[in-house]
């Protein structure tokens, strides 16, 4: 098929609930990605975050076929080998102490919000329920998750949302000191760089008094690290670049580096929360996926995280160093670029695509998530193209 085939079926049978780009991908390696008609790409998006290891690592491709030529999926009514070792390495990681395996972000997200609701019912009975999240976040696209995200464009057409959610300005100290003294809250969910917000960090001091705060009220701390963790900020998980201690973290995207899987991971007051058929999900732990994230994970050695850390430094300076940039945020390698006005990020991302360069868009932000295996050498191969954009736009 050609690019065009594959976009008129699409138009015709699928659900349009997507913005897509004009371009259909045939086949990537590594960083680079290629149309049906033989164009290069050089990715800076890697599926959203995704694609880890970048396109069809070695490694991996080894570890899904192994693992797809023995056991497929099993249910959650057996033991699998993938499963088993994947909870050890995450609960390492991380420092938290169990894990429960699902498909999505949202998912995850979902149990961690049902997580934080019955630990306070266990100990403290009803009506301890509320949920606050922060403005300007994004925890997913259930009815849950959706009223748990901070953003009033989300907020439409699906009524009624799930009670027991609120949402607190960013950083501010005060507002989160009041609303917390009130004795109706469960949980605190945030995200350390809030992704489709804009790449937006929570300042140290606002972070340092949240985990105080809540460990003081036996609050459970919830860290979305959905988009931040495996990798893209160049710790493990974002968290740990403020020495923090949650009590629930949740995780997806880069963690099967390309396969859809999902976890929550408990901490230690919360590690017992959900007994047997508290909680469920069909596809859960599937062996395969699990295998593709132990994958991902044997190789985010320190000296791995070390080098996305050196990757993402150079990144943001070559950034900073562009015409019409006004500002550079994130983490890592992940990072928004705000332009000078007059410029939409929009543009730039389809000028890209145009000179063979993929990017993202989070607000009025150019979004940049590059494969963690990116090459410096690819990195100055980004820049440039953008620079090349951005002396003509």
Known sequence: MNSQQIKTLDHQHIAQTYGRFDLALSHGKGCLVWDFEGKQYLDFTSGIGTNSLG??????VSAVVNQASKLQHVSNLFYTEPAAKLSEKLTACSGLKRAFFCNSGAEANEGAIKAARKYSFDKYGKGRYTIISLQNSFHGRTISTLSATGQDTFHQFFFPFTEGFEHLPANDISALKTRLAQGDVCGVMIEIVQGEGGIFTLEEEYLATLQQLCASQDILLMIDEVQTGIGRTGKFLAYQHFNLQPDLVTLAKGLGGGLPIGAILFGEKCQNTFGKSDHGSTYGG??????????????LTPTFLADVKVKGDKLRAALLNLPKVKSVSGLGLMLGIEFEEGIKATDVVNQGIQKGLLTLTAKHKL?????????????DEGVKILKDILQKI
């Open 55 to 60: 396109w069809a690592e070695e490694s991996w």
């Open 367 to 379: 979004r940049l998530l590059p494969p963690l295996i990116i090459s410096h050498e690819q990195i």
């Open 286 to 299: 599937n062996p395969v996926c699990c295998a593709a994230a132990n994958a991902v994970l044997d190789q």
